[in-house]
């Protein structure tokens, strides 16, 4: 797999992996009642590509896997006992990190996690944070192997989900 940013031109073919990813998640025990879909949204996406914080990992000439990383969160972050005490500019988000179903089991979401905090390094961040539903312990596992430690649970409302509901907080301080 080649991670790379993503290019505005390939816009639709992300919306198409993103949405195919939401009808994938609406399958999993963790969200009992589907996923609504939309996340990330047309306008997140389109950002993210213009600011180059969206990355794609591409394999036999589709994306296979992809990832958003910025310094947007939803204010419940503020509340969170972070470890490291840093400012939007210097504390990257992971968002939306997904891997198809037909490339799972290849090692695709480590490889973009270590990619992303590549990136965050590269970038002069010094944190990279998350939030993960409490119930999604397949991907605390990934987290947890590399090198986020949880640092709280909050609640916190997404419109995709649906319902507010209570996210574990992963960070990764990003060493030199």
Not at 64 to 92: L, Q, S, T
Not at 128 to 145: F, G, M, P, Q, W
Request: hydrophobic content about 40%; proline content about 3%; some cysteine.
């Amino acid at each position: 797999m080649i991670i790379r940013e993503a290019k505005i031109e390939e816009l639709d073919k992300v919306m198409d992996f993103y949405e195919m990813m939401c009808r994938e998640l609406a399958s999993k025990d963790f969200l009992p009642n589907g996923n609504k879909g939309g996340f990330p949204t047309l306008e997140m996406v389109t950002e993210a590509i213009k600011n180059s914080c969206l990355y794609v990992g591409e394999e036999n000439s589709e994306i296979a896997a992809a990832y958003i990383m910025n310094n947007e969160c939803d204010p419940a972050y503020d509340a969170v006992p972070w470890r490291v005490e840093a400012d939007k500019k210097h504390a990257a988000i992971l968002h939306a990190l997904r891997v198809a179903p037909k490339y799972g089991g290849r090692g695709y979401a480590g490889r973009l996690v270590e990619h992303a905090a590549e990136t965050a390094r590269s970038k002069g961040r010094k944190t990279i944070r998350l939030d993960c539903l409490v119930e999604n312990t397949i991907a605390h596992k990934l987290y947890l192997s590399h090198g986020f430690q949880i640092v709280g649970e909050t609640e916190m409302y997404y419109e995709d989900i649906g319902e507010t509901r209570k996210f574990l907080m992963f960070e990764r301080v990003i060493t030199d």
